[in-house]
């Protein structure tokens, strides 16, 4: 059943879908900056003694960054505008990647934690996610999954250019480049299209079940944490593939070219089934959808460890893309279903920290791993441990949804 509320009029325009779109621009090239150190990771963990827990760790951090930097900088753009924090934002990123390729290890972490991500993406993804959900109250879950599709479209399309850039120029040069790139064109963008949004009611979709004593009979903060520890789970297993895809295929004797085209076709059909995702979700909610996405992701992370030859990592990829996509839009509508859009600048950046924090210990713990075993196996039997964890977590929330919600009554 659709979510919409009967008989207010709606806020949505064609406006709504410009800016909707706008925002998706300005992700997918923002999301950009970090593919380059995963499509050169192998060449700059030759730089620091062989270790690809270094770049490992670089990506990580940027994960971590993005997410806790989306919480002050949600926090920013409640006050001055997003218009003002994505611009200073892209200027950010350009400044990180150009820090990243000083050659020390401290200034690609520090490139890659503080400027790409904290400064950087952190004032446009959490903002974002905040931003849109206030142009739109029919389609909410179509338009989320829009957005969120721009670390995907950032994956499919990136990292072949980068594998020619980084072989042509150098991975250094390829991040001074894509710096500069960033600013031209977002800092234009921001400009012209990001206004003031239109004002919403203050709960969301499903008010019946967002008193502001209770979520679902419990505690609201309650249910929060229990959010938040099962973004953190299933983001483990999400991020492993997505940062070492590439040096998988490469230690399989697949060509570095093949592994970064197997990443776009895993980010490709992410994007394309996150739409569906949402247009699911709008019809049966965010929680259903995100169980039903993370049971379908740990199908397919059991799959990679099982799957050697390329043309069946090509298939697993594409499996993989198809499940996760929709789990993060997922989780934001079911936030804005269950509180008070007031508390939705605070309460979405939060989240998204977990699931950054998520991405980012999924990320290193594959290198940790791998270093260690030298071989992503234990890397992805961890992954579909973390997502088995994760499903126990939703499902008490699905059937705690279900056993309160009249229509199940």
């Known amino acids: 059943m659709m979510h919409e509320r009967i008989g207010v009029p709606s806020v949505e325009t064609r406006t709504s879908w410009i800016i909707a779109t706008v925002l998706l621009v300005i992700l997918a090239l923002s999301f950009g900056a970090p593919w380059i150190t995963i499509v050169a990771l192998k060449l700059i963990a030759a730089e620091s003694d062989g270790l690809r827990e270094v770049p490992a760790l670089a990506t990580s951090l940027g994960w971590l960054g993005f997410g806790s930097g989306g919480i002050a900088m949600g926090y920013v753009a409640e006050r001055i505008g997003v218009r003002s924090t994505v611009i200073m934002g892209a200027m950010m990123v350009c400044i990180g990647l150009a820090l990243s390729t000083g050659g020390e290890t401290w200034q690609l972490y520090v490139g890659q934690g503080l400027f790409v ?18 142009w739109f109250d029919r389609r909410r879950g179509s ?51 990001l206004r003031p949004p239109p004002k919403l009611p203050p709960f969301g979709a499903l008010d019946a079940m967002s008193a502001t ?39 399989l004797g697949i060509l570095a070219s093949h592994g970064a085209a ?25 929680l259903e959808t995100v169980l039903t996405g993370s ?74 791993l791998y270093d260690h075993f030298g071989t992503y196996a234990p890397a992805f039997a961890a992954g579909v441990g973390a997502n088995a964890i994760n499903l126990a977590i939703v499902g008490t929330l699905v059937f705690r949804h279900r056993s309160r919600s009249p229509r199940f009554a």
Request: glycine share 12%; charged share 5%.
């Open 117 to 134: 991500g904290f400064f950087g993406i952190g004032a446009m993804n959490a903002p974002f996610y905040v931003y849109v959900s206030r």
């Open 143 to 193: 338009a989320l999954a829009l957005i969120s599709s721009g670390s995907y479209v950032a994956g499919a399309v990136w990292p072949p250019i980068f594998e020619r850039a980084v072989a042509y120029a150098g991975w250094r040069q390829t991040m001074l480049y894509y710096g500069l790139f960033e600013v031209a064109v977002v800092v234009p963008l921001a400009a012209v299209f």
């Open 213 to 251: 004593n209770t979520v679902m009979g419990w505690p609201p903060n309650f249910v929060f944490v229990l959010l938040g520890a099962a973004g953190i789970f299933c983001c483990i297993p999400m991020a492993m593939p997505q940062a070492h895809l590439p040096a998988f295929c490469s230690d």
């Open 262 to 286: 197997m990443l776009s076709v895993l980010l490709g059909t992410a994007f394309l089934s996150r739409q569906f995702w949402g247009w699911v979700a709008d019809r049966v909610g965010g």
């Open 295 to 368: 049971a379908c992701q740990m199908i397919a992370m059991t799959a990679f460890m099982f799957t050697q030859d390329e043309v069946g990592l090509f298939t697993v990829s594409a499996a993989f893309g198809l499940g996760f996509a929709g789990i993060i839009p997922a989780y934001v509508l079911a936030i804005r279903e269950l509180y008070p859009a007031a508390q939705a600048f605070w309460r979405i950046p939060t989240f998204l920290l977990c699931s950054g924090g998520g991405m980012a210990l999924g990320g290193w713990l594959a290198g940790v």
